[in-house]
């Protein structure tokens, strides 16, 4: 069995460096890595490039780093949510490069199963396709595009043991599930730690292989986008 337990996101995040290139699971505000995310902001690491479904909003997720202007670069899907993000870009401070969703996905999934590139009909015929090879595949035109390369993954699982085995709850599954294996180093931040035996092999959807470090976080806040009640 190996232990793959850190007390914390300090000793989980110790060795990230500025330049870097960080996934970041989650969709919206849902499951997103939130004691990593803090502890990046504490440990202010700059020039960042980072690679999520979106970054966040102004004062939560990957908006907290935007706050400080830590990131440099922003690969993601969706945008719509984060003003400073808006202000940063069209100010030319912030690099971004939108991804079809579908696409951003399948770019996390050949990484984390070791395929170089792969085609998709999505993006041809718009900006996406730009500079990119073309081919055609039963009468229909594909782009090929690469997978990522990332120096960190960093996901957020409901359940977790200290091998590293993840269960994710609900929603939380999304780009969490993908990005797992898909980093150089995958860190899980999960709520509940548990011994190794503790969880149901057919539960799990994430094997331990996958991850290098793992640790329980804290104080999960959980924000939620837009509420949209209807009149009693």
Not at 63 to 76: E, N, V
């Amino acid at each position: 069995m190996i232990n793959k337990k850190v007390n914390n996101a300090a000793e989980a995040l110790f060795d990230v460096k500025n330049g870097m290139t960080i996934m970041f699971g989650g969709f919206g505000l849902c499951g997103i890595p939130e004691n990593s995310i803090a502890e990046l902001v504490k440990q202010n690491v700059s020039g960042l490039t980072c690679i999520a479904n979106n970054a966040g909003v102004d004062d939560f997720g990957l908006g907290l780093l935007l706050q400080k202007k830590q990131i440099k670069k922003m690969i993601s899907s969706y945008v719509g949510e984060n003003k400073i993000f808006e202000q940063q870009m069209l100010s030319g401070e912030l690099e971004v490069e939108l991804t079809p969703q579908g696409t951003l996905a399948e770019k996390c999934r050949a990484a984390q199963a070791g395929i170089p590139a792969f085609f998709t009909p999505a993006g041809y015929g718009t900006e996406v396709a730009i500079g990119k090879e073309v081919r055609e595949f039963n009468g229909k035109m594909h782009v090929l595009e690469e997978a990522f390369k990332a120096d960190f993954a960093i996901v957020k699982a409901w359940k977790g043991d200290e091998s590293g085995n993840l269960i994710f709850k609900g929603t939380a599954r999304n780009f969490n599930a993908c990005m797992a294996g898909a980093g150089k180093i995958t860190i899980a931040e999960v709520e509940e730690l548990v011994p190794v035996g503790t969880l149901d092999p057919n539960q799990i959807h994430i094997p331990g292989i996958y991850v290098k470090r793992i640790f329980q976080g804290e104080n999960y806040e959980k924000r939620i986008e837009n509420r949209t009640v209807r009149q009693r």
